[in-house]
């Protein structure tokens, strides 16, 4: 029971798992996060809102240009019966006109209205930088994702390695024990136990398979490749990565999280917004100006009939509603101020949390890579006791047990460590930088 607690801690760490692969292809961590940032569902959603926005924002900004509208109707008239006030009740009646023409053209140009159309333009630019904002928090969290799909890869891959190599020299202990055992030299009992240790090996081989294969389809679906690829990480990524400008504290991140940033630029907005809801209070103005053209005929012709002027519109009533609009709008706007106080904490918590498992992640693999030459030194040990019978099988299938415990924790704590750096660059705000696409 022991022998298996072993086997199974030595793979709980990886907790994730595809089809087996056919095709092979290496993919590097920097060409999976091009290939997230240009493929994945999310990122693509986040920059259709963002346009979506932009062309919001263009909208709002037409309503500060003139409206010019143009119109006409033709008319056929039926039997019309056309009077003229103030006329000679001896003159002959006027002829029946049988159809009407009229065109017009009109044009009116905002003026003043309560600064609300300005205020408009801010809303929706500080809704569009926000929304710029909200996309680059998508594109880190989408790279969040990918960093700990590709080292989870790594781990299994590496914990398929180890196991399997471990098998081997459990199957020889079995070939070796078959002899011995025929020899009349170990009991019986000592040959199943090594026999167990193979068929649990084999367990311990087949779910670190299993997880391998479930984070292979998951990191081929996110970045759109085909799921019967076999992925295979390059393990420069873990060796080679300069860690030592690691952030020290919060102060980072509360100048470079994009959601704290999309936050920023909504409480822009929503002070813009009791503007808005002010401008009630004050009335429109703006030049109008037409041309009308009207021909009844047989009867009148009007031609060139200009006009221009002023037009003044202010809601009498709506001054003494409006009060509510703008308690609304304040409401809201001190909804997004709490939001932000609360979204401040949460990131210096997330910093704190990152920093400590960054440090944790450093200090176990130290402690990884002595207890590894411990346990092989302690393996070499009891093994030579076994050789000279001095100890038992129990003591050396459970020396070989604790040393594979060692070597899986020593292969997968630097990818751990590149894991949790990469987490302490997320809650940041420094993870897309660190790729340098930020252009994509």
Do not use: C
Request: aromatic share 8%; no cysteine.
């Amino acid at each position: 029971m022991k022998i298996k607690q072993f086997l199974l801690f030595g793979i709980s760490f990886i907790g994730i798992s595809s089809v087996t692969a056919q095709e092979k292809m290496s993919l590097t961590l920097d060409e999976a996060v091009k290939l997230a940032w240009t493929k994945s569902n999310e990122v693509i959603l986040a920059n259709t809102k963002v346009n979506s926005s932009k062309y919001e924002l263009q909208s709002v900004k037409n309503n500060q240009y003139p409206d010019f509208k143009i119109s006409g109707q033709y008319q056929r008239l039926t039997n019309a019966s056309v009077e003229m006030a103030n006329t000679d009740p001896n003159a002959a009646p006027l002829p029946a006109p049988d159809q009407v023409m009229l065109a017009q053209a009109n044009v009116s140009l905002p003026i003043f209205s309560g600064f609300k159309i300005q205020n408009n333009i801010k809303i929706s630019d500080n809704l569009y930088q926000a929304e710029n904002a909200n996309a680059a928090k998508t594109k880190e969290d989408i790279t969040m994702r990918v960093v700990n799909y590709y080292t989870a890869l790594y781990k299994a891959q590496k914990t398929v390695d180890i196991l399997i190599e471990n098998q081997k020299s459990a199957k020889q202990r079995v070939t070796d024990f078959t002899e011995l055992e025929k020899n009349g030299i170990i009991p019986k009992n000592d040959l199943l136990k090594a026999q167990l240790l193979v068929s649990r090996t084999q367990i311990a081989i087949d779910e670190a398979q299993n997880n391998l294969n479930n984070i292979n389809f998951y990191l081929a679906t996110l970045l759109k490749i085909d799921t019967n690829t076999k992925l295979e990480v390059d393990e420069k990524d873990f060796f080679n990565l300069k860690t030592d400008n690691a952030p020290k504290s919060d102060a980072v991140a509360l100048q470079n999280r994009k959601d704290l940033e999309a936050i920023h630029f909504q409480q822009k907005a929503s002070e813009a917004s009791i503007k808005v809801a002010k401008s009630g209070y004050y009335p429109s103005i703006s030049l109008v100006g037409g041309y009308t053209a009207l021909d009844l005929k047989n009867i009148v012709t009007v031609k060139y009939a200009m006009n221009f002027g002023v037009g003044l519109s202010y809601d009498i009533g709506g001054i003494l509603k409006n009060k509510a609009h703008v308690k609304v709008a304040e409401s809201k706007a001190l909804e997004v101020k709490n939001t932000e106080a609360i979204l401040t904490d949460r990131i210096k918590n997330e910093v704190q949390k990152a920093l400590e498992d960054y440090d944790l992640a450093i200090n176990q693999s130290v402690v990884y890579d002595e207890a590894v030459q411990q346990a092989s030194e302690n393996y070499r040990i009891v093994k030579d006791k076994f050789d000279n019978g001095l100890s038992d099988t129990n003591d050396l299938v459970e020396a070989d047990v604790e040393y594979l415990n060692t070597k899986l924790n020593t292969a997968v704590s630097k990818a751990t460590i590149i894991q949790k750096y990469y987490e302490l660059l997320s809650v940041t705000g420094q993870i897309a930088q660190s790729f340098n696409l930020t252009k994509i």
